[in-house]
């Protein structure tokens, strides 16, 4: 089986690092009491550091390292896919040259860190009905009431009509 290569927004890798590692904390709260006591609270997971190290090798070496510190320089949140682990969305951190260039071989280290953020929940404005459809049905459909319903769609006379093909408000 081939293994499947890293990558960085549209950057792949030719060749997958040598060495990955996987850096992730919780934020934890201790909190004592007058009476020697203590408790802990789980404060919630912190952003993820992906590092790690390997070669570029190859008469093009000083080329790839080209490509990817533009890739370093130019790039925002994109996805990182790493080789059996979850695609995550980050930002490259850091990009290393280490030792001395040799013919051919360009050894780096590189350190990326998650972005977490949270979801953001989309809000349905505008329902589209479909014929013999009424403001019950859309109610029951969209988990808004049917008094609000009636509100937002004064040119519905009655909740029981049929709503053709309309476009019904629902916030």
Known sequence: MKPVPMKFGEYVWHHNPQNISFECDKSVAEMKSPFGESSVQDMGRKN???????????????????????VFRNSGKEVLSVPSLPSVYAVFEKLEIKGEPK?????????FREVMEKKQK???TYFDCENGQT???????TGVKIDELVRLNPD?????????????RLC
């Open 103 to 111: 013919p051919n071989v360009l050894e780096y280290s590189f350190v």
């Open 122 to 124: 989309t809000v349905i």
């Open 48 to 70: 993820m550091k992906i590092s790690g190290s390997g070669q570029l090798y190859g008469e093009d070496c000083a080329e790839q390292f080209e490509k990817l510190f533009e």
């Open 156 to 168: 519905v006379k009655f909740p029981d009509d049929d709503l053709g093909t309309r476009r019904v």
């Open 135 to 141: 403001l019950w049905d859309i109610a029951y459909k």
